[in-house]
Structures are given as structure tokens and as C-alpha cells.
């Protein structure tokens, strides 16, 4: 009788608390920690920025979804933030997926769509830095050192997306650029940084809550080896 009043009593406090916060109350939240509601909360967030990056190089890139007949930014759109992917990687890609596909999306040689490759190669390791979850419950495990490694390739994903030039010279993927009034616009470099800024932190309290260390590393923004997830 009394543990069922105080479970009865925690429910009505939390469904409180969830109101309180204008986000509505889901049984299934008794069974995660604090840490666990604000993973759910940051991969939501990062979910919503990747998708925006995505439209966003698509309309500054419209060469690239041409080139394959028929495709829209919403059916890309779907491919790529769908929570199951292909098991065999996509097809389009060679059966790749994931971090992968980041040299590849920043190869000369390549003359498939671009900005599906990178944002396949961006969408698959962060979700990977999630052990493939789009939310955490009580026994659940995330690793640091994954978190952080995401974060430095987005970093020097934005770097090659300001840098990587084919053999005429010109940006293989355009991004940050000028308006027609000579206003400069860094909105995808916002964009990214807002990523690794959600990766750092989830990185740092991960380490913190789990008293376990980040292997902090240096590399080559230029090189196009990218640290695993």
C-alpha cells in the first residue's frame, strides 16, 4: 500500500515538474536518470541543427542534388535523419555510411552527389558518438572519447568545407560566402559550431559524471583522416 502511494506521489510530482517545464510527461522518463533526459535533450538538438545544415548546403549546392534525377531535399531529408538506417550502408554511396564517407565527400575524384555523401558521412558519426540511440535509459552507456573525437571532426569538417578545392580552384562544396550587398555570411559555420559546442559539453559531462578521462588529441585540419567514433 505505501510504495504504492509514494510511486503514485512521484508520478504526480514529475508530470508536474514536465508541465512546469512545457514538455509533456512520458511514463518511460521513471526510467532515466538526470543525465540521461538531458542526453535525449542534446541529441534532439543536434538532430535539429544537422537537418538544418543539410537543407541549407542543398540550396547553396543545388548542382549537387541534380545529379541524381528526380531527388528532392525532402526525400534526402528523410534518407539521412531517419532513426533506422540502411544495415548495408547506402547504395548510392558504394554500401558505405558514416565517418567513411567523409574522405570520400571531400575527394577531387568524386563526382557523385556531394553533399549526400558528407551529411551522410556527418548524420552516421554523430549518431554513432550515440551508440546509434535517440535516447538513453538508466543501464545505458555512453563513451566520452566518442563524443570528443565527433566533435574534432566537425572541425575539421568545417575547415575542408572553407578550404577543399578542385584542381581549377573552386570550393568543391560552397557554404560560407557573400551576399549580393557584400554582407559576408557565416551562417553554416554557426551551424557547425553549435554541433561541436553540443558534443564538447555532452564529452565533459559524461567524463564528469562517469570519472573517466578524455584523450584530448591534435591533428591535421588539412588531412583527410578523420579520429573513429
Known amino acids: 500500500m505505501m510504495r504504492g502511494f509514494w510511486v503514485g506521489l512521484l508520478i504526480l510530482s514529475l508530470t508536474g515538474c514536465a508541465q512546469k517545464l512545457g514538455r509533456p510527461f512520458d511514463i518511460k522518463n521513471l526510467a532515466k536518470s538526470d543525465m540521461d533526459l538531458i542526453t535525449d535533450i542534446h541529441i534532439a538538438e543536434i538532430r535539429q541543427i544537422t537537418e538544418r545544415l543539410l537543407i541549407k548546403l542543398y540550396k547553396r549546392n543545388p548542382r549537387e542534388l541534380k545529379k541524381v534525377p528526380g531527388m528532392t531535399i ?8 531517419a532513426e533506422q538506417r540502411p544495415q548495408n550502408g547506402f547504395r548510392e554511396l558504394g554500401g558505405m555510411d558514416g565517418i567513411a564517407l567523409l574522405p ?19 548524420t552516421g558519426m554523430i549518431s554513432a558518438s550515440y551508440n546509434h540511440q535517440t535516447e538513453f535509459f538508466l543501464l545505458d552507456d555512453i563513451d566520452q572519447q566518442k563524443l570528443y573525437n565527433c566533435a574534432r571532426n566537425l572541425e575539421k569538417i568545417a575547415w575542408l568545407l572553407n578550404n577543399r578545392r578542385d584542381d581549377q580552384g573552386h570550393l568543391l562544396l560552397l557554404s560560407n560566402g557573400m551576399n549580393a550587398n557584400g554582407v ?7 551551424l557547425l559550431s553549435q554541433m561541436i559546442l553540443i558534443q564538447d559539453m555532452m564529452a565533459l559531462m559524461v567524463a564528469d559524471s562517469t570519472n573517466r578521462n578524455i584523450n584530448q588529441v591534435v591533428h591535421s585540419m588539412a588531412s583527410m583522416t578523420f579520429f573513429p567514433i
Open 74 to 81: 525532402d526525400q534526402r531529408v528523410h534518407q539521412l535523419m
Open 184 to 190: 559576408p555570411n557565416y551562417s553554416y559555420e554557426r
Open 104 to 122: 570520400l565527400a571531400f575527394s577531387t575524384e568524386f563526382e557523385g552527389d556531394r553533399v549526400f555523401a558528407l551529411m551522410a558521412g556527418v
